[in-house]
C-alpha cells in the first residue's frame, strides 16, 4: 500500500531555470511599452511640449507591468514549479523580466528619440524650462539645471536609465504580486 508522501512530487526551485521564461516575459513587457508609446503618441494623447497626458504613459505602463508579473509568476508557479513559488523566487522572475525588457526598451528608445521622434527631447527640455522659469528660478540655476537634464537624456545615460527602471519597477510591483501569487510547499 502506497503512502500519501510517495506521492507528493518536489520540485527543486534552485534546479528550474528562470532565464527563458523572464526572456519572453520581458519581450512581452517591452513589446507592450512600445505600443503604448506609439499608440498614445499617434493619436496625440501626450503633447510633450505642453507636458499634457505625460502621465498616461505611466499608468498604463504600470497596469501592463502588474498584468505581466501575475501571467509570468502563475506560468512559472504552476506549470513549471508544481504549484508552488516562494516570494524570492517572484521577485527574481521580475527582476529578470525588467532588465530584459530595459534592454529592448532601451534600444527602442534610442531608435525612438534619435531617428523617428527628434523632436520629443527638445520639446520636453523647452517645457521643463517654462517650469523652472515660473518656479522663480534666476537664469543661472535654469542653466545648471538644464546642463543636469541634458546629461541624463544623452544616448548612453537613457539606454542605462531604461533597464535600471525597468528592474526598479518590476522589482517593486514584484513586492505586491509576489505577495499575492506565492505559495509555500508544504514541509515533507
Same mark, same amino acid.
Given at each position: ?15 528550474? !531555470?528562470?532565464? !527563458? ?133 544623452? !544616448?548612453?545615460?537613457q539606454f542605462i536609465s531604461s533597464i535600471l527602471n525597468g528592474v526598479f519597477w518590476n522589482v517593486l510591483l514584484s513586492l505586491i504580486v509576489g505577495a499575492i501569487m506565492k ?6
Amino acid at each position: 500500500m502506497n503512502s500519501l508522501d510517495e506521492n507528493v512530487d518536489f520540485i527543486d526551485q534552485v534546479d528550474v !531555470p528562470v532565464r !527563458p521564461l523572464a526572456m519572453r516575459y520581458g519581450g512581452i513587457a517591452a513589446l507592450a511599452f512600445i505600443a503604448i508609446t506609439l499608440l498614445l503618441d499617434t493619436i496625440g494623447l501626450v503633447n510633450y511640449s505642453t507636458g499634457e497626458g505625460l502621465y498616461y504613459p505611466s499608468i498604463l505602463a504600470a497596469l501592463a507591468t502588474i498584468a505581466i508579473l501575475y501571467f509570468a509568476i502563475k506560468q512559472h508557479r504552476d506549470e513549471e514549479l508544481g504549484g508552488y513559488i516562494t516570494f524570492g523566487r517572484c521577485v527574481k522572475l521580475a527582476a529578470l523580466i525588467g532588465l530584459f525588457s530595459g534592454v529592448l526598451i532601451g534600444i527602442f528608445a534610442f531608435a525612438y528619440h534619435n531617428f523617428i521622434r527628434p523632436d520629443i527631447i527638445p520639446a520636453m527640455m523647452e517645457f521643463q524650462t517654462a517650469q523652472w522659469e515660473e518656479a522663480g528660478m534666476t537664469e543661472e540655476q535654469i542653466e545648471q539645471a538644464r546642463g543636469m537634464t541634458e546629461m541624463f537624456t544623452t !544616448p548612453i545615460a537613457q539606454f542605462i536609465s531604461s533597464i535600471l527602471n525597468g528592474v526598479f519597477w518590476n522589482v517593486l510591483l514584484s513586492l505586491i504580486v509576489g505577495a499575492i501569487m506565492k505559495k509555500t510547499q508544504p514541509m515533507v
